[in-house]
């Protein structure tokens, strides 16, 4: 019951995130097609999510299948918007203490717990033969 409260709570922030990023076109995030492979991921984790819930460890590939679709969109945004908080923090433009800061890294921090919530539920999951 944790892992499909954990995939919920990933599921809907990363959503929300990056529905921002289609809708609105987040300036750090990755152009191209890479925000929409992430919403076909956040709405196979969603499904991987209600699959969870109903048959338990059994659906934590669509999850883990979903999270890599996630990922695809995250790995290049985040190199930027770390790149450039850490250029702005050095600048002094920016309080290493401010939300700004961390707010948009919640989404990502909580698709990397569902991502090796999943793996240790799936792929990596000892098999009891």
């Known amino acids: 019951m944790t892992n499909v409260i954990i995939y919920l709570v990933a599921t809907i922030g990363t959503g929300i995130q990056i529905y921002g990023a289609v809708s609105h076109g987040l300036w750090w995030a990755p152009g191209g097609s890479l925000p929409l492979v992430a919403m076909v991921g956040v709405m196979i984790m969603g499904l991987g999510t209600a699959w969870s819930a109903v048959k338990g460890s059994s659906a934590a590939w669509i999850v883990f299948v979903g999270a890599l679709l996630c990922w695809a969109f995250y790995v290049p945004g985040l190199g930027t918007l770390l790149g450039d908080f850490r250029s702005s923090i050095s600048a002094g ?27 240790t539920a799936g792929p990596l999951a000892q098999s009891e033969d």
């Open 93 to 119: 433009r920016l309080s290493i203490a401010s939300a700004q800061v961390y707010l948009p890294l919640l989404p990502p921090a909580l698709l990397a717990v569902a991502t090796v919530a999943s793996l």
